[in-house]
């Protein structure tokens, strides 16, 4: 079992920047790689970005390319989301995922966590 907790949403005006972090326990969370997926009232949840495990290689959704930026740190089994230049359409709730493979189908994710809010006024 691995187990997730987010931290770092918040409110913020549009433009603005948050840092979503992603604390893990439980198994070895260097062996997984780590998602983070966001969803909105109304609306279906979607993918965000992912990270290999080792770190080596990075996705991103259309949306949030050149804003978001995914990062891990191994040796403190903690994943991290930067979040530049953030719109209203960024309002959602932002979830941390783990699972074997950099995927953008949640479904291939094993372990969740309880997501984090964040508000993007305008």
């Known amino acids: 079992q691995v187990q997730l907790v987010e931290s770092g949403g918040g409110l913020v005006q549009a433009g603005g920047s948050l840092r979503l972090s992603c604390a893990a326990s439980g198994r070895t969370f260097s062996r997984y790689a780590m998602g983070w997926f966001r969803q909105a009232p109304g609306k279906e949840r979607e993918f965000v970005a992912a990270i290999t495990w080792g770190g080596g290689s990075a996705y991103y959704a259309d949306s949030v390319k050149g804003r978001f930026t995914i990062s891990r740190d191994n040796t403190k089994n903690t994943g991290y989301l930067q979040m530049n230049s953030l719109k209203p359409e960024d309002t959602a709730v932002y979830y941390c995922?783990?699972?074997?493979?950099?995927?953008?189908?949640?479904?291939?994710?094993?372990?969740w966590g309880q997501g984090t809010q964040v508000t993007v006024s305008s």
């Open positions: 995922a783990a699972g074997l493979t950099a995927a953008m189908t949640s479904g291939l994710y094993d372990y």
